[in-house]
Structure formats: C-alpha cells, structure tokens
C-alpha cells in the first residue's frame, strides 16, 4: 500500500466514525438506546473502523406513569411485533391493549422481562438514551479532524509527486 | 458523510417534533383538565448499525392533575381513573375529566365551551345541587331535597389509546375498547369531586428542562450536518485545478 492509499483509508475511517456518532446522536432522545462505538483496527489493508455494541445504558427518569418500565442493571423486555418476530428492548413505555396485554411504543407486545440476577424493574420510570451528547460532540469533531489531517497528507504525497514529474519533465 | 447527513438531518426533525409536543404541553400547563403528551423516538438501526431515528406519534398522558377548589356553580373533577361523557360538539360523545360547568336554560349542565354533560337534567324549580363521590345528584327545591339522577363515570379497556381532540376532550378509538360506566366513590375505584377543578398534569419545570434537552439535542444533530457537510467539501477538494 502506497501513502495515499493509507492516508485514504483512514478517510474512510473517519467517514464510518462520523456516521456512527451522528447515528447516536440523533437517538439522544429515544428511549432505552444503546449507542454503538466506534473500534478501530489496523491491518495491512489500512486503518479502518467498525461498530460494535457499547452495552451502555442510560439514566431512569421518573416519569410517574404506572406503565413506564425501567430496567435497573442487565435485561431486556422481550417482545414481539405482527409477524411474530421475538426482540429484545429496554424501552419500556409500555402501554396497556384492549385485551388487557402490554405493548411498547412501537406497537409490539410484551411477551416475558429477562432479567440478569440483581437487576429489577422500576415502575413509574423510563431509561433515558444511552448516548451522550458530549462525547458524540467530541466523536463528530475527532472525525472531521482526522477527515481533515488525512486529506493533507493525501494532498501532500499528491504535491511532491507533482513536483517530481515537473523536475522530470524540465530534464 | 451522506448516510452522517441524512442521519443527523433526521434527528434534527426528530427533535423539531418532539419542540412541538412539548410547546403545546407548555400552553396548556394552565388549563384545567388538560392531560400532556409525550412523544416518542425509536433508533432505526440494523445489527451493528445505526440508521438514525424516527418521532413516533404522540402519547397522552393520564396521570392524575391536582384536585384544587373551583369556584365555579358546579365545578367538577375525578379523582382516580375515568371520563364524564359530554356531547361531542361535532357529534356523537366525546369524554373529559371534568370542567367547570353550570346549569343552562334547557335544564343541561354545560361547560364553559357549552358541551353539555350527557344523561343528566335538572328541573326548573332546583334552587341548589350537589354531586356525591358516588355520583348521586342531589337538588334542592322549594319543598326539599330530593335525588334527580346520577352521574356516571366511563373508563375503557385501554384509556391510553383514546385520542385528544383538542382542549380537554377526548374521543374514542377502536383500540381504547368500549366505554363502559364504573361505580365512583368505592375504595380503589374514582370519585367524584364536587365544586373541585383537575389542574392539569403538565410541570412546568419538567416542560422546561426538555425544551433545554431538546434545543441543545437539534443543535448537536445541526452540528453533525455541518461536519458531514464540511467533510464532503474538504474530499471535493482532493482534486484541485
């Protein structure tokens, strides 16, 4: 691998971790997110970013509702949409159905409450977003900096080939 | 840095939406009867990434107002869960929580909007009338006291799905279930407060903190745009002449 092609993938890095900070930031406001994280490698293919799971939950936020559920520690409420899909949330603004069932705010039912050993539900509250503004500020920055740096270096192994072809050209 | 656009542009609409909420929840802090909204937000996300996020629809809100004396002639509120059932202006019934109502000439007992309470008529020579928490209508007459009806509280299956129709008036959805009247004034059960108004469940304070969240989570998401936006002029920039 050549320089610019170092320097572009890193381009590319910074590219995926922009698009993972803004894809947390736009959830600050969703109820029971998990931001993703942004992990990166270097192989001998360049540098190159992945998301993976940040297993960071957010705040409970008393709310007063008798049928907002917050889960305190590792779990998840199970639920199921109209196909019969299972999945696992932590959104838990739950609110009652004609027949009596529970369903989220997506419209699927509640099913059963996974709970790892220690952690219990609290009613009357909801978990907040998991991501951060702050550090999702500092990620979209950190991006678009190393955007930057890297278009320079790109830019600069481009100018000094110029200059080489000029010289040879002159000869 | 499109799929960062198109995401942060997203959660700035997102939080556009939830603004609204939030104002009109802001407006009606004063009024009686009025029940907030929350609006909610889903992550679009498919494993291992993230697609942005979505504003659900609205959800109201039924927990209980503070009961506070009113000063109206018939000033009327429920303690627990339930709906009086009024004349819904465009036809048909619509429920509220209570108003403060007073008697009209067809003998109706009529809101400040002049909705006008459902099954219930007082006759002509009433001087006074009282409600009890069980909703037994007591009037006073020349010659004495006497009951003249009973008012009834409704409550469905799934009162959360009902849908605000403006002010304090809700009106029925299939997936609220059927009306059905509730005894009032039993242990566990509503009750009807008399010469009593419902402020509304809306905290100001509250209100003000998720403007706050709200504006500083739009310019956060504005800030994503830009540096998507600044990125794509810096890679058009890769070429130059």
């Known amino acids: 691998m050549d320089g610019i092609a170092w320097a572009g993938s890193a381009m590319a890095a910074a590219q ?26 270097l192989s001998a293919q360049g540098a190159s970013i992945t998301a993976e799971r ?33 999945s696992r949330t932590r959104d838990g603004a739950f609110a009652r159905n004609r027949d009596g069932s529970l369903s989220d705010s997506l ?42 740096s890297a278009q320079k270096a790109v830019s600069a192994i481009d100018a000094s080939r110029q200059r080489a072809a000029d010289a040879a050209r002159v000869k | 840095m499109e799929r960062a656009l198109f995401i942060a542009a997203g959660g700035m609409a997102a939080q556009q939406q939830n603004l609204d909420t939030i104002a009109a929840n802001l407006a009606n802090a004063e009024v009686a ?29 039924l927990t209980q107002g503070k009961l506070t004396k009113g000063g109206g002639p018939c000033d009327l509120a429920i303690d627990g869960p339930g709906f009086f059932a009024v004349d819904d202006p465009r036809g048909g019934v619509a429920y509220v929580r209570g108003g403060a109502f007073s008697r009209s000439a067809d003998g109706g007992l009529r809101d400040e909007r002049g909705l006008r309470l459902q099954n219930i008529t007082v006759p002509n020579g009433a001087l006074s009338m009282t409600i009890a928490e ?49 005894e ?58």
Not at chain 1, 64 to 84: C, E, K, S, T, Y
Not at chain 2, 141 to 159: E, M, N, Q, S, W
């Open chain 2, 134 to 182: 069980d909703g037994t209508i007591r009037a006073t007459f020349a010659g004495g006291a006497r009951t003249i009806g009973t008012l009834k509280v409704y409550d469905f299956p799934a009162p959360d799905r009902l849908r605000a129709i403006g002010g304090t008036l809700f009106e029925r959805t299939p997936a609220a279930g059927m009306p059905r009247a509730v």
């Open chain 1, 54 to 86: 940040s297993g960071r939950h957010g705040a409970l936020r008393p709310t007063g509702r008798d049928l907002d559920w917050a889960i305190a520690g590792n779990g998840a409420f199970v639920v199921r949409d109209r196909n019969g899909t299972l």
């Open chain 1, 107 to 148: 419209g699927r039912t509640l099913v059963r409450t996974e709970l790892s050993r220690g952690s219990v539900v609290r009613r009357g509250f909801l978990e907040t977003s998991g991501a951060d503004a702050i550090s999702e500020m500092i990620d979209v920055v950190w991006a678009q900096r190393s955007f930057e």
């Open chain 2, 33 to 61: 009867g009025f029940k907030g909204s929350v609006r909610r937000f889903a992550a679009l996300a498919a494993p291992g990434e993230s697609l942005g996020t979505v504003a659900l629809g609205e959800n109201v809100v």
């Open chain 2, 184 to 241: 009032s004034g039993r242990p566990n059960g509503p009750a009807i407060r008399f010469g009593m108004l419902e402020q509304s469940n809306v905290s100001i304070v509250d209100a003000m903190m998720q403007i706050l969240s709200a504006q500083r989570a739009y310019e956060a998401n504005a800030k994503g745009v830009q540096a998507a936006d600044e990125m794509l002029r810096i890679a058009n920039n890769l070429q130059r002449g």
């Open chain 1, 16 to 41: 995926t971790r922009l698009d993972i900070a803004t894809g947390n930031l736009a959830n600050v406001s969703s109820g029971g997110f998990e931001p993703l994280v942004a992990h990166g490698t």
